[in-house]
């Protein structure tokens, strides 16, 4: 069975610092797509990065960055310059070629301070 | 990306009633789906809904309490049936644009409390 794991229940950072949030996963497939999605308290699911399993090159979109190490099946979120509009649930997720639900991972809540 | 809406965005309701919610997509898409997110819990799917078929419902959820339609290539009901308090979650519809399992864009959500 395929399962994504968010070790950090919670993290918190000053404005303007850099923060990394972990994610591993499992699966047996080889092709499969990678999702770090984000939701404020308004509670809208917001898609932050994608990273497709086939692409050696990591995924970035503007402050945000992924590590992809697909040996290791870990998927970690680089967020730089964190500002007070990050602060959110952040979910990592994992979907088969195969198939089309989404796994997800339990979340971590990230606070950033003024 | 697509812009989804839900109606309505929360509400509240008695034991044993039943809620119906809608999505709506600004454009045509094959897959619908449809989550529920418990408090303080991550995203489960509920069910698939493609336009012209019986939606596929997960382990754990049946078309009796969860009545699914898909009358076209952008809308969508879901139907929250004879209700409990265990029902009290953010239900939220999302669709693949491009059915190419690329990505999943989420609607905004409908927060369920249920007395």
Known sequence: ?114 | SAVISQKPSRDICQRGTSLTIQCQVDSQVTMMFWYRQQPGQSLTLIATANQGSEATYESGFVIDKFPISRPNLTFSTLTVSNMSPEDSSIYLCSVDLTGAKETQYFGPGTRLLVL
């Open chain 1, 1 to 114: 069975a395929q399962t994504v794991t968010q070790s950090q229940p919670e993290m918190s950072v000053q404005e303007a610092e850099t923060v990394t949030l972990s994610c591993t996963y499992d699966t047996s497939e080889s092709n499969y797509y990678l999702f770090w999605y984000k939701q404020p308290p308004s509670r809208q699911m917001i898609l932050v990065i994608r990273q497709e399993a086939y692409k050696q090159q990591n995924a970035t979109e503007n402050r945000f960055s992924v590590n992809f190490q697909k040996a290791a099946k870990s998927f970690s979120l680089k967020i730089s310059d964190s500002q007070l509009g990050d602060t959110a649930m952040y979910f990592c997720a994992l979907i088969m070629d195969s198939n089309y639900q989404l796994i997800w991972g339990a979340g971590t809540k990230l606070i950033i301070k003024p």
